[in-house]
């Protein structure tokens, strides 16, 4: 198996649409994350704090952008929406196969499809612990900008806290590539597959719940066991930013992070299963 | 028609063809694939392939060729029978250790030169990585080894799937239809190629409907319609023996001269001079200086010989389709 995952690590360190989805998330941590924030923080006049809970002006909103929040305020803006990138590295990683034909010439090689198939997941998984690192160390980074250009301490969380984070970062990232690798196994294709995962992520399981709850029926029992749902319980693990004279701005998430993280383990083993049983038993007719 | 079900009759388990002793590389019984609804690609299909042997798997467009290459190289599971590849199962490492294969067009990773996409396949396979080298030397890709392979010309695809094919050094070559897209010259360069890689103890199991490519390739012929084996042999079993076509007057000094010559049972009057003889066609100088000798004159003699195309045709019941 190391073979393979070096083989695949081969293929994603030259292939072009990895790096530019890589930079890209880092880019857009920075721009998104933080300097678009600090500018709307910084530059928005006092009329505009309309809304605002009483005595807290934008300024006040900036504590989120030190370095003593950096993890809260990763996991605030990439919680969810990172995940889409992981997505998207899981889909490319195993739907392209399908598309170039280039399945057949893998399966033709020496090892087994399921050595293959485990070798390319070991591959995706060191990718979205890059992908995941890099993330944090950005976003560590800005963060001590915008301190330094603000003239404020430059004091991180503890290291800990931070292994924890990018820990629960790689598993919900984690989740994600894997659930975009499967996808893209069962399709056979990348555009399908990242289509609908888009439409599961961002949609499908957010709407079904917001339904329920529109028409007053308690929906948390049945939510907790749903995988998005874990991610938000995850990252609202780490807590939110307190402002002055307020309490955090999200509820308290309605089941712990150690049930985030067994469900969000399941279902990384359920898709792994799923992924496995039809990479061992279908024909390759492309 | 009767020389062909002869070598039907004879191509079901007969036994290893002279010189290659019994060494099965590969061997299929009863295999079937069925796809959805009843549709029998492959058909109760018994095949054995001997090592050393250039075999070519004939068949026009839809006989079940590349599903079988397929199953045999674990792509498709069959529906029923078996199949043994190197002596292990279809697909499994232990099988695929030992075999090349390029399967309908070969694939590669667009985005990486033709030298990478070598490398990447010498890392999965446990290949030295001077083996890339020395395989884009063998089908003369070197000066584009470094481009990618997304600008690589039909035929240039074609070469790195060759090269691909050979950088386990395989002892069993599998081919379907390893000519696609190659111009004249590249064509005549992968069959020579093929013939070469041939010699030896390597085995290679080639599938075509070119049927100059097979016979000019092959030392033993499968033709396979609707799934099935309708023939197996060596080129010249499935042409069958050639004969001597002689015109010659007086009609009957030369039926004399000829039935000496060849044997009465051998030879057959065609009416108006003409006569048909079974017989080694090396002899038709002696036989001619015979009937010269003896007073005939002479006014017609060749070796009548059925094409490959024509048998082709007969066993699998197409025309133009070629």
Same mark, same amino acid.
């Given at each position: 198996m190391l073979a393979v995952f070096r083989g695949e690590l081969f293929k994603f360190v030259r292939r072009p649409g990895m790096w530019i989805l890589v930079v890209l998330l880092l880019v857009l941590a920075v721009v998104v994350g933080y300097a678009i924030l600090w500018l709307v923080y910084t530059v =928005?006049?006092? =009329?505009?704090?309309?809304?605002? !809970? !009483?005595?807290?002006?934008?300024?006040?909103?900036?504590?989120?952008?030190?370095p003593q929040n950096f993890v809260k305020q990763t996991f605030s803006t990439w919680?969810?929406?990172?995940g889409v990138f992981a997505l998207i590295v899981g889909v490319l990683a195993q739907g392209s196969e399908y598309g170039w034909g280039t399945i057949k010439t893998l399966y033709t090689q020496r090892s087994g499809r399921l050595t293959m198939l485990f070798g390319k997941l070991a591959a995706v998984a060191l990718i979205v612990l890059i992908m995941v690192v890099g993330l944090f160390g950005v976003d560590a980074a800005s963060s001590v900008v915008i301190a330094t250009l603000d003239g404020k301490s430059i004091a991180f969380p503890a290291a800990d806290e931070i292994l924890k984070a990018i820990g629960a970062g790689f598993l919900i990232f984690g989740f994600w590539a894997v659930f975009g690798m499967t996808l893209a196994t069962v399709f056979r294709q990348s555009a399908m597959a990242i289509g609908l995962g888009l439409a599961y992520g961002l949609v499908v399981e957010v709407l079904i719940f917001d339904l329920f709850r529109l028409g007053g029926i308690g929906v948390q029992q049945v939510q907790q066991w749903f995988p998005i749902a874990n991610t938000g319980y995850l990252s609202d693990s780490f807590g939110a930013v307190r402002l002055r004279?307020?309490?955090?701005?999200t509820a308290t998430p309605f089941a712990d992070a150690t049930h985030a993280v067994v469900v969000l383990l399941l279902y990384v083993v359920a898709f792994t299963a799923i992924s496995a049983w039809f990479t061992r038993t279908r024909d390759v007719t492309s | 028609m009767a020389i062909i079900s002869k070598v039907i009759a004879q191509g079901m388990r007969r036994p290893p063809p002279a010189g290659l002793g019994g060494d099965k590389v590969v061997e299929t019984n009863g295999l079937t694939k069925v796809y959805g609804?009843?549709?029998?690609?492959?058909?109760?299909l018994d095949l054995s392939v001997y090592r050393g042997e250039v075999y070519g798997f004939l068949g026009p467009n839809g006989a079940g060729k590349t599903t079988t290459l397929r199953m045999l190289l674990g792509l498709i599971n069959p529906t029923a029978g078996s199949a043994r590849v190197m002596g292990a199962t279809p697909g499994s490492p232990a099988s695929l250790v030992k075999v090349g294969a390029i399967v309908e067009t070969p694939a590669f990773y667009p985005y990486m030169t033709g030298y990478d996409n070598l490398r990447l396949l010498a890392r999965y396979c446990g290949v030295p990585l001077s083996r890339v080298e020395a395989t884009l030397e063998q089908v003369e890709l070197t000066p584009r080894a470094?481009?990618?392979?997304?600008?690589?010309s039909l035929g240039m695809k074609q070469r790195l799937g060759i090269a691909a094919a050979l950088l386990k050094e395989p002892d069993l070559l599998i081919l379907d239809e390893p000519t696609n897209g190659l111009d004249p010259q590249g064509m005549a360069d992968v069959r020579n190629l093929i013939i070469e890689l041939g010699k030896g103890a390597r085995t290679v199991l080639i599938s075509s409907h070119l049927l100059g490519e097979v016979e000019l390739m092959c030392t033993r012929v499968g033709v396979i319609r609707h799934g099935k084996i309708v023939a197996e042999g060596t080129i010249e079993e499935l042409k069958g023996a050639a004969t001597l076509t002689v015109r010659g007057t007086p009609a009957d000094l030369a039926m004399t001269v000829l039935a000496t010559d060849a044997g009465a049972e051998n030879v057959k009057e065609l009416g108006d001079g003409a006569f048909s003889l079974k017989v080694d066609l090396a002899r038709a100088a002696e036989i001619n200086q015979h009937l010269v000798q003896a007073g005939v004159a002479v006014s017609e003699l060749h070796a009548d010989e059925r094409s490959l195309e024509e048998i082709f045709m007969e066993l699998t019941g197409t025309e133009g389709g070629l």
């Open positions: =928005s006049p006092p =009329s505009a704090a309309r809304g605002l !809970p !009483p005595g807290t002006t934008f300024a006040d909103f900036k504590v989120a952008l030190y919680g969810s929406l990172g004279g307020t309490t955090a701005l | 609804k009843g549709i029998i690609a492959v058909d109760r470094h481009h990618k392979f997304s600008t690589y």
